[in-house]
Structures are given as C-alpha cells and as structure tokens.
T-cell receptor, first 118, second 112 residues
Framework: DTEVTQTPKHLVMGMTNKKSLKCEQHMGHRAMYWYKQKAKKPPELMFVYSYEKLSINESVPSRFSPECPNSSLLNLHLHALQPEDSALYLC?????????????????FGPGTRLLVL | SQQGEEDPQALSIQEGENATMNCSYKTSINNLQWYRQNSGRGLVHLILIRSNEREKHSGRLRVTLDTSKKSSSLLITASRAADTASYFCATDARTGTYKYIFGTGTRLKVLA
C-alpha cells in the first residue's frame, strides 16, 4: 500500500469556524508533512513530524495547529482562518531518513484537501 | 529569487516530441527530486538524484544534475498526452538548517 489518503477532499468554512483536515498512511513511514499550495504556485512546507514529534514549523500562524496522534495519522486543526488561507493542503509521508534527515527520502503525497475560507 | 527556479514556466509540444525542463538552485544540496502534479491533485514522485550522481534514468525520464552549475534537467522522451502536468523540482537546501524547497514549476502541455 503506497497510498496517502486525505479527508475531506473539499472544505468550505467561515472565518469563525473550527475544522480539521485528516491524513492517513499505512506505509510505516515515520515522517509526515503538511504543505500549503496556492494556485499555480509550488507547494510550501508548513510542518514536519518525525517519529510523531513536531520537528519543523515553518513559522506557520497559530491558527493552524498540527497533531500527530500516532504513526499513521496526521491532523491539521484550523481555527479563525482568513480568506487568504484558501488553498490546496497537501499531506505527505516518507521514511525519516538518517543523519541527513527526512529530506533525503522520497515523499509520497496525498491528493490534497481544497480549502475555501469565506 | 527562489531556491528552485524552473524554466520554461510553460511548455507546449506535440505528442511524440521530447520535453526538457530545467531547474536551478542556489545553495548546496544533498539531493534533488522531481515531481509531477496533475491539475489540482497531489504530487507524484518521479526521480531522486543525489549530489554525487550525474545522471539517472527511469523509463522515458532522464534526469541530470550539475552541482557545479547548481542545475538539473528533466527530459521526457516520446511524450504522450498523459504527460500533461506541472513538473516541480525540490531540493533539500542547506541554509544553516535543512529546508525542503520546491521550484517554481514547469507547466507542460502535450498536444495529441
């Protein structure tokens, strides 16, 4: 199984809502990632979890709150988002890598959640 | 400018032709990876090339890496309509700490 699944596929939320994005993989990967991608732009790394611990936060606003409840699941909790947060949110997983870190490894991406903030 | 810049930004070719896209980067890297993204979908990993490698092949794909010029190229031979997608390079840029940065991407359109 080389699949990363993400739910929901689409999400529309108001600026006062609280919602969560979910990502799951069963490849035994111990590194998981959240990316944000605006239209016609490259993905931008938001968070990296390694062995279920947050290892990298790329200065993401606190209205985005990641959580890694176990080695297969990754959540992104959303609260008080702004319209400019509308984007495609991608989850990825990989082996954690050795001394060079997770970026030495192939990342497997999910199909993404398309988020619209009204 | 960005760590990974790709050119051309957009490329339109006929089916059967070869497509070449280039990626340039600024800092030292350990590896460079190429990904494909179909419209509005997740990314699919194509090839990983390490800094001590110069060329790799996978099916109709050929990737080269020139660390002296800080550049890489992706060649797709005998293109098919199904190759229509955006192609991104990604590097583990050493900027004090490691950062994973995607290039700006090349939008390829293969006409049947």
């Amino acid at each position: 199984d080389t699949e990363v699944t993400q739910t929901p596929k689409h999400l529309v939320m108001g600026m006062t809502n609280k919602k969560s994005l979910k990502c799951e993989q069963h490849m035994g990967h111990r590194a998981m990632y959240w990316y944000k991608q605006k239209a016609k732009k490259p993905p931008e790394l938001m968070f990296v979890y390694s062995y279920e611990k947050l290892s990298i936060n790329e200065s993401v606003p606190s209205r985005f709150s990641p959580e890694c409840p176990n080695s297969s699941l990754l959540n992104l909790h959303l609260h008080a988002l702004q319209p400019e947060d509308s984007a495609l949110y991608l989850c990825a997983s990989s082996h954690p890598g050795l001394a060079g870190g997770p970026y030495q490894e192939t990342q497997y991406f999910g199909p993404g959640t398309r988020l619209l903030v009204l | 400018s960005q760590q990974g810049e790709e050119d051309p930004q957009a490329l339109s070719i006929q089916e059967g032709e070869n497509a070449t896209m280039n990626c340039s980067y600024k800092t030292s890297i350990n590896n460079l990876q190429w990904y494909r993204q179909n419209s509005g979908r997740g990314l699919v990993h194509l090839i990983l090339i390490r800094s001590n490698e110069r060329e790799k092949h996978s099916g109709r794909l050929r990737v080269t890496l020139d660390t002296s010029k800080k550049s890489s190229s992706l060649l797709i031979t005998a293109s098919r309509a199904a190759d229509t997608a955006s192609y991104f390079c990604a590097t583990d840029a050493r900027t004090g700490t490691y950062k994973y940065i995607f290039g700006t991407g090349t939008r390829l359109k293969v006409l049947a």
